[in-house]
């Protein structure tokens, strides 16, 4: 399973040790800490997140249902919260900001999981498959619950496992790194180029979506096209593989 930290400046998995002090990431402030960088909370940055992520708990309860895996999205609601805003930030001439970005993926991230947090993708598969029914209360009390005890461990363990022993937290480095590049004051790369990625990456997902619709609505694509030939006496495709 794909967990986010939800701290994009969690400590580097090489350069750090326990008890030294943690560098800081350029747009955030040390050990995830925001930097005085402008604003934070917007309505904007929160808006973004909240309709991305409704984005990501839906494709993460079809991929779950489906494989029994699911992504955070940080990575993928950074690029889209900046491709999305920037944009309009500059036409307003109010930039959007390192820190709006982080909690544009943050808010994304905590809704997208939701599914998993619920147990749609575990626990109540399996009572279904067991026959047992559950009601629509009981899947959202579940829900509520396990969010709101995990948000309280997260609370608690987060000084332990990123302040004090400094454990790497690959995901969360690598959306920092993401979120400073995008906001660098002297980018290396043309103007538009991250809009155009972020672009490119919509696009390649409504593709997905239309083939995923074909494919599993409508029957007019095969699940699979399976491999010619057989390996110890077994066919290809009787092995999934296609």
Known sequence: MSVSSGHPASPPEAAVGPGEPLPPVQGLGTAGAPASQGREWTVRALGMGLLIGALLAVTNLYMGMKTGWWDSGSITATVLGFSGLAAYGRRRGVPYT????????????????MPAAAGLLGALPALALLGVAVPGWGIAAWGLVLGTVGVLVAGLLRRRLLEQEALPFPTGIATAELISTLHAATPTEAPGTSVGRGRTLVGAGVVAMVVTWMRDSRGW??????????????????????
Not at 98 to 113: D, I, R
């Open 221 to 242: 694509l095969p699940g699979m096209v399976g491999l010619p030939g057989r390996v110890g006496g077994a066919p290809l495709e009787s092995l999934t593989w296609g």
């Open 98 to 113: 390192p820190l709006e970005n982080n909690l544009t993926q943050t808010a994304a991230s905590a809704v997208g999981a």
